[in-house]
């Protein structure tokens, strides 16, 4: 992997953009342990309000997930530092890159890289929404409460 495609993966995913179109992953893996992370996400936001177990749970995932987007990020930062370092700026075969790069990161894999840190950071988007209503029923909630005060009034007088 050269210091280009580094940077352009790089800059892809820390773009504000990046998770524009991009899909929560079905599963993500964290120290080898396989997460159904698009199910915890589709039963968390179906319940309307979020209980204080569940909602330890999901700042739990959500610190994970933050530091699972670190390590990958850093890893892809590393790769190609490391290759660098190793190889002097002279070019290489597929081969020799793969033995340059740390737990052989070539193009693939970085790309694959960036792919699962968007898939993470597009996760997180969807889990810091969760508890947060949309404004439209927000707006409607408050106006129904204000229709029933004014019924209740009513009703007293």
Same mark, same amino acid.
């Given at each position: 992997?050269?210091?280009?495609?580094?940077?352009?993966?790089?800059?892809?995913?820390?773009?504000?953009? *990046?998770?524009?179109? #991009?899909?929560?992953?079905?599963?993500? /893996?964290?120290?080898?342990?396989?997460?159904?992370?698009?199910?915890?996400?589709?039963?968390?936001? #179906?319940?309307?309000?979020?209980?204080? *177990?569940?909602?330890?749970?999901?700042?739990?995932?959500?610190?994970?997930?933050?530091?699972?987007?670190?390590?990958?990020?850093?890893?892809?930062? @590393?790769?190609?530092?490391?290759?660098? #370092?190793?190889? @002097?700026?002279?070019?290489? /075969?597929?081969?020799?890159?793969?033995?340059?790069?740390?737990?052989?990161?070539?193009?693939?894999?970085?790309?694959?890289?960036?792919?699962?840190?968007? @898939?993470?950071?597009? #996760?997180?988007?969807?889990?810091?929404?969760?508890?947060?209503?949309?404004?439209?029923?927000?707006?409607?909630? *408050?106006?129904?409460? @204000?229709?029933?005060?004014?019924?209740?009034?009513?009703?007293?007088?």
């Amino acid at each position: 992997m050269d210091e280009s495609l580094r940077e352009e993966l790089l800059e892809r995913v820390n773009s504000r953009t *990046a998770t524009v179109g #991009a899909s929560v992953p079905d599963t993500v /893996t964290i120290d080898g342990v396989e997460l159904d992370l698009s199910e915890f996400i589709v039963e968390t936001r #179906a319940i309307e309000t979020v209980p204080p *177990a569940v909602d330890r749970k999901l700042a739990s995932v959500k610190t994970t997930l933050r530091e699972e987007r670190r390590r990958r990020l850093d890893r892809l930062e @590393g790769a190609a530092d490391a290759a660098e #370092a190793g190889d @002097g700026g002279a070019s290489q /075969t597929g081969e020799e890159n793969r033995a340059a790069a740390p737990d052989g990161l070539d193009r693939e894999d970085a790309e694959r890289l960036a792919d699962e840190i968007i @898939g993470i950071d597009r #996760a997180l988007n969807a889990l810091e929404t969760i508890r947060h209503p949309d404004f439209a029923d927000e707006h409607r909630s *408050a106006t129904l409460d @204000g229709h029933e005060r004014w019924l209740a009034f009513v009703d007293e007088v």
